[in-house]
């Protein structure tokens, strides 16, 4: 895995597709947080990503670009997060978009900075489970499957647990990680504030930040403090 990753604990997401004053940025990006990781689910462009890059590019900071749109793609960025989704119903999610990519860019795609993520997308009400087809309705020991197969079989050096917008089931986040052996667990979905982002730590390996920076920065940087100050093993 590459060393990097898998030493966050905490990381903020932006959206190239909504907006962000400098003054938010810059507190974002002097949190403290680990990198930023640039995505979103719909109306990611090339132009909003190149553009949010050069405002990030300021800061001393990672910088990632999680692979969502293959016109997006924008060089310039620490890694490129690569997402399969797992309990996607269309294998389009799991494996065709990256033979695709690897059929019309093979030769120009940056091997050693791509880094794979195996998605399980458990939010039914989400823009990316609808966009995927996913099966959201896996019980725990369902969803711990899929992981292990990714950690096992697939060598996946990130498993994401995502619920894209509420706040997930932990349980199931923690049976999860009960089966991984190499893979980082990710997970996101509805930390909005200090204990929420305690409460997903205490299940995963690293916690994504994102929609509460739009709404409510203050508690968005309150994520990042309860993390770093607390000595929950992740």
């Excluded at 269309?90 to 091997?111: H, R, S, V």
Aim: include cysteine; glycine fraction near 8%.
């Amino acid at each position: 895995m590459n060393q990097i990753v898998q030493a966050w604990r905490h990381v903020f997401k932006l959206d190239p597709d909504r907006p962000i004053d400098d003054q938010t940025l810059e507190a974002v990006c002097s949190s403290g947080t680990d990198a930023i990781m640039v995505g979103g689910s719909s109306g990611v462009t090339y132009d909003n990503t190149n553009s949010l890059l050069g405002q990030i590019r300021k800061f001393q900071i990672p910088c990632v670009l999680e692979v969502s749109a293959l016109e997006a793609i924008v060089p310039g960025f620490d890694l490129f997060l690569i997402p399969m989704v797992l309990n996607s119903s269309d294998p389009q999610w799991l494996i065709g978009n990256q033979a695709q990519a690897a059929e019309m860019y093979g030769e120009m795609i940056p091997w050693d900075t791509l880094v794979p993520e195996g998605y399980i997308v458990l939010n039914p009400d989400s823009t990316v489970a609808m966009r995927t087809e996913a099966n959201t309705s896996l019980t725990d020991s369902e969803a711990a499957a899929y992981a292990q197969i990714a950690d096992r079989m697939f060598q996946l050096p990130i498993v994401y647990v995502e619920y894209s917008g509420t706040f997930g089931d932990m349980e199931l986040v923690s049976a999860v990680g009960r089966r991984l052996e190499h893979s980082r667990l990710f997970y996101g979905g509805g930390i909005v504030d200090g204990e929420t982002a305690r409460l997903a730590a205490s299940a995963c390996d690293t916690i994504v930040v994102g929609n509460i920076i739009y709404s409510d920065l203050n508690k968005a940087l309150e994520t990042v403090a309860v993390i770093k100050n607390s000595s929950i093993q992740i």
